[in-house]
């Protein structure tokens, strides 16, 4: 997470070259362990051919040459590193590489990797396993893993912790998923204000370990009331004999637990924020939110929204089942089918107009096309708009001018070639005359729904962009077969 901090004042070709060495790094290490694990099917194979008196001891000791070999590396990795390696292995492999894996790591990996292939880890664990797992985390972390427990593994959870942490636990599990307060963690420093700044650094040696990102520390009163917070470059670089009232800022950014997530990690770019503190309606201090939550957060909705458009209803674990990864894709296949049929039934309308003028068979999946793709730009706009909170009442109005203006704009240049290339190519004026007109048509009508389509799911509480694309889609292609074929009609037939 420091690098994370440091790399905006690289020069971008240093930054580019950083992000390249890391890449490299992480497979290279996904490569040495499937190289190990394809080492130790070869050898196994070999000494199970050659038979032998002692065949089952010498495949035992190979056997266990080879998986020490593994483990060793695998103690060597970072847990993300050892979840990435997991999420690129086949089932088989994944649960091999898994049972190597030391036990008091297995908490730290699961909370690192994926919740699809979590799930196929969990389903290989007792419950004395995940139980011992889940014990080793925070309790930030227990509840990001808890939705994937069985339900007597938490009970039994809860048992185990201590009031405070079971209350902790309870809380955060109390929050829905895009809530800050299922973000929060609660591995805070606290100090009173009217103490001075060296008792505040003593304090701070005495506690030896500090918590990650920790760039303030949170000034309260003795009811945990948040009056201010104090920066720890102000802490060492300000006279050892001032008050901590004197040099902490009281004008902080905070949020509630309730807050939505996502306006919280649009404040965290906005701010450059590494930590802020979490208040409830008292202004009484209950946790703190940090960057690496923030960066996670946004990495899963993003990724989220990427597969929503692409029409998949959940993550899916890239080596999971046939079956499971079907039904999966069902839902908007579904939908496509639909929108196929209305397309071919308003082009079924005009049988006897193609039939009449074979050029337009070819020529109509063009306008479609053309306009389907000009839709999709909007779209994509139009959602990063309202991710961004950049979209209200009051600029609606001048936003589809804009959008409608670049439409009359793209309609007008690329009709007046595709009409060109049509005259040129079937020797017809009207028919060039006709792909021109449909090509602005289409165009304005792909900006009015590329703009609505993902406003209407904003307004009906839906996210944007679940399906948006597909939606926009069926509407260019069957308005924009209509609109083509039926000007061909009324004009060249």
Known sequence: MPALKWRKFLPRAMTEEYDTLQHESLEEHLHQVQALLAKQKLVENLVHRQGGPRQDLVESLVHKQNLAELQKKLDELHPAD??????????????????????????????????????????????????????????????????????????????????????????????????????????????????????????????????????????????????????????????????????????????????????AAQAFERYDLVMAPVVDQQKRLIGRLTVDAVLDYIRE??????????????????????????????????INLVTAFIASRVIGVFEGSIEKLAALAALMPIIAGIGGNSGNQTTALIIRGLALGQINPANTRRLLLKELGVAMLNGVVWGMAVGAFAWLLYDN?????????????????????????????????????????????????????????????????
């Open 301 to 334: 909705s993003s990724e989220a929204d990427m597969l929503s458009m692409a029409g998949l209803r959940e993550e899916e674990d890239l080596f999971s089942t046939v079956w499971r990864a079907a039904r999966n894709r069902w839902a908007w296949l579904a």
């Open 429 to 493: 004026a009207a028919l060039g005359g006709v792909m021109a007109l449909a090509m602005l048509l289409n165009l304005l009508l792909a900006a009015l729904a590329g703009i609505f389509i993902p406003l209407l799911m904003e307004r009906m509480n839906r996210d944007p962009a679940l399906g948006s694309s597909v939606l926009l889609t069926a509407t260019t292609d069957s308005m924009g077969f209509f609109i083509f074929l039926g000007l061909a009609t009324l004009i060249l037939l």
């Open 82 to 263: 050892v979840a990435h390696i997991l999420e690129a292995l086949p089932l088989d492999q994944r649960l091999t590489v898994w049972d190597l894996v030391k036990a008091e790591r297995d908490g730290e990996i699961l909370v690192e990797v994926s919740d699809s292939v979590r799930e196929s880890l969990i389903a290989s664990m007792d419950n004395a396993e995940l139980l011992a797992a889940a014990e080793t985390l925070d309790t930030d972390e227990i509840a990001d893993l808890a939705p994937d427990l069985p339900r007597d593994v938490i009970q039994e959870l809860l048992t185990s912790l201590d009031a405070r942490k079971r209350a902790r636990l309870q809380s955060a599990l109390s929050f829905p998923e895009d809530a800050v307060g299922a973000l929060m963690d609660y591995e805070m420093v606290t100090i009173r204000a009217d103490v001075t700044l060296e008792v505040a650094l003593r304090y701070l040696r005495r506690l030896g370990e500090l918590p990650d990102q920790l760039d303030k520390l949170f000034v309260v009163e003795r009811d945990d009331h948040l009056i201010g917070v104090l920066p720890l470059k102000r802490l060492l670089t300000t006279e050892p004999d001032a008050t901590v009232a004197a040099v902490m800022i009281e004008d902080f950014v905070s949020f509630h637990p309730d807050d939505d997530a996502h306006e």
